[in-house]
Nanobody, 114 residues
Framework: QVQPVESGGGLVQPGGSLRLSCAAS????????MGWYRQVPGKQRELVAG???????YYADSVKGRFTISRDIAKNTVYLQMNSLKPEDTAVYYC????????WGNGTLVTVSS
């Protein structure tokens, strides 16, 4: 079982916060990179944030300053802290892990609505 497992989605009001978790299969150091993508119906899956094996992180322009990706090495888990959420952040969020090929989780739904 190499598929990462997401958790933490849900319904939140605009301006609120959520934290997503992604549990990797095995050590996160065994992956070149891990990250979060999101997808809404009718649109392509897009990168939200990623973290490389050396710990460097990168973000989509639309979430810079609001989202933070981090990792807990002991727990083999990557997190996405999402603050100041907007309705346009509503999407299914997928965890991605890359090692020779992409591994995807099943996704977790985030709904930002009043």
């Amino acid at each position: 079982q190499v598929q990462p497992v997401e958790s933490g989605g849900g319904l939140v009001q605009p301006g609120g916060s959520l934290r997503l978790s992604c549990a990797a299969s095995g050590s996160i150091f065994s992956y070149n990179r891990m990250g979060w993508y999101r997808q809404v119906p009718g649109k392509q899956r897009e990168l939200v944030a990623g973290i490389s094996v050396d710990g460097s992180s990168y973000y989509a322009d639309s979430v810079k300053g609001r989202f933070t990706i981090s990792r807990d090495i002991a727990k083999n888990t990557v997190y996405l802290q999402m603050n100041s959420l907007k309705p346009e952040d509503t999407a299914v969020y997928y965890c991605n892990a890359y090692r020779i090929r992409d591994y995807w989780g099943n996704g977790t739904l985030v709904t930002v609505s009043s």
